[in-house]
């Protein structure tokens, strides 16, 4: 939930009179994304979700996001599109942050995905793969191996606050992952971060995604690493092989897994594991007792991490 | 900013096949409201707002409230109106909580009020007094002059802490209040929340009034002293009596104050005053350090009350 900057009504209407959407009717601060502010927005031409990035955000990678969101719109892909302003902006200003008008999406977020979900989440996460093949721009990812040694450290012992020897472990993986992480995979935009929450549905039907601001230049196996993690586990963190055989082989179907992909395929789930494990302890050590948003829990990660430690390809219903 | 509880989209559309409403195509948790979880629907028929009642609201009180938005806008005022469901019902239950259906209202809450707002602000609040003339059920309002010093308690010598002797001052003001409360003042329905974020504007045209959780049945006159605080002070808290004459001039347009309200209103407005400067001063000190919800100022309040209690009827601008 997020809403970290108020904006006046009158600011809002003289800002999107730059924009050809109508007349202003209403706008109310919604409940989505954790780095940015949101609204819904309501004009005399219907509805669109106004962005305000907050200071997480940089400033630099914005027309990375904006422009991979209208380029992969431009390429069949269902997903939020920004809206030009008169002067053929996608960037303006509101009360004191970069602000963008963006598309309206219907659809909703399943919380307990299905194996068909998951299928469907393969086939569109290969789909995003490539239709962005073309996209001129490049972004790091910052959240990659080299990423993680200073989220580690940042944590210090206060690591072992959260789970006995947790930081004995982190820093085990660690040098293993380091050591041993490859640097010669296929690569392109990935999303990075295509949780549940992230992917629309309507009834059945994949009704397209959201929230493209951890997207950048990565390795394509990466991301489906991310997503096996996010979609395949159950609620007590268990692998659930037929959800993890329907999203990889209906990725495999548009764009199959090369060797090397296959091969280090474990080591791509143990460092998926690990960046979201990070984060998220971090995120826990940070949050100040009594906050209103509960941090999402990081021994969710240790454990997936675990079965990712001994498992092998085979293990994960990758086709042969 | 407010969404306590999180739905998930099987249980929305199963919960709204229930309503004759149009198929569910997406929800967003909004930030509106502190007292309940809100969330903007959009179906196949238009936009709804789902309210789910969270235990700070007593479920016995729900009938009054949603029977009172139905009433009012029967009678003419815009405001969210209860849908009932295929069996004629306006409460349900979803995710273990009494939920309801309401219209989606237009508009948008002015952050600055001028003297134009608060004449059809007080236009409005006549209008609603009237309209819930015949409203023929009664609720008690719990933060009237018997809840104050219970609130007063809770906050125990902790009252110092905000300000140097606050507890005395507020000890004082009680004392005061309780012996001269007046208890013969014309009574009916009253909104007793009708701060600017509670009222919708289109342009310089009041199109609604929202959020009726705090309406009970009480003194009109006290109605119009909480509105008095809440719009016709400057940033700076002095009163702004071109502002207070706009209110009560335009509210008295269509219901005349009468001589004992007029010569009793600077003691409602110390009343309403620490009405609000007691419910803020039990946030403020109840609030973990590090919360994501700043809590409202109290001593605002304080310097609001410190007018009151050297104003005479005169002051205020209200017509001889």
Redesign the interface.
């Known amino acids: 939930?997020a809403?970290y900057t108020?904006v006046?009504?009158?600011e809002?209407a003289a800002f999107l009179a730059g924009y050809d959407i109508g007349e202003?009717?209403?706008?109310?601060?919604?409940?989505?994304g954790v780095e940015n502010s949101n609204f819904?927005v309501?004009t005399s031409r219907g509805?669109y979700i106004l962005t305000l990035y907050e200071k997480r955000v940089a400033t630099g990678d914005l027309p990375f996001f904006l422009g991979l969101m209208e380029h992969l719109s431009a390429r069949g892909l269902t997903c939020p599109q920004p809206v030009k302003n008169r002067a053929g902006a996608a960037l303006g200003m509101v009360a004191g942050r970069p602000a963008a008008v963006i598309t309206f999406?219907?659809?909703?977020?399943?919380?307990?995905p299905s194996a068909g979900h998951c299928a469907a989440l393969g086939e569109a996460l290969a789909r995003l793969h490539l239709a962005g093949a073309d996209f001129p721009l490049k972004r790091r990812n910052a959240l990659s191996v080299d990423g993680w040694r200073p989220l580690h450290e940042a944590c210090g012992a206060r690591a072992n606050e959260v789970q006995l020897d947790l930081g004995g472990f982190v820093a085990r993986e660690l040098d293993v992952l380091e050591r041993s992480w490859p640097r010669d995979l296929p690569q392109g935009v990935i999303h990075a971060d295509l949780f549940p929450d992230n992917v629309?549905?309507?009834g059945d039907k994949l009704s397209g995604l959201i929230d493209f601001y951890f997207a950048c230049t990565d390795a394509f196996a990466y991301d489906v690493a991310i997503c096996l993690n996010a979609w395949c586990f159950e609620q007590d963190h268990s692998y659930n092989v037929t959800k993890g055989r329907a999203l990889l082989s209906a990725y495999a179907r548009l764009r199959p897994l090369t060797g090397a992909e296959q091969e280090v395929f474990p080591l791509l789930a143990r460092g998926a594991a690990l960046r979201f494990l990070l984060t998220r302890l971090v995120d826990w050590l940070n949050?100040?007792?009594?906050?209103?948003?509960k941090p999402k829990d990081p021994l969710e990660y240790v454990r997936k991490l675990r079965f990712h430690q001994t498992a092998s390809t085979r293990d994960y219903g990758i086709a042969a």
């Open positions: 939930m809403v108020d006046a009504a009158e809002l202003l009717l209403s706008y109310k601060g919604i409940a989505e819904l309501h509805y999406l219907d659809g909703m977020w399943i919380r307990r629309f549905f309507l949050v100040p007792p009594g906050a209103l948003v």
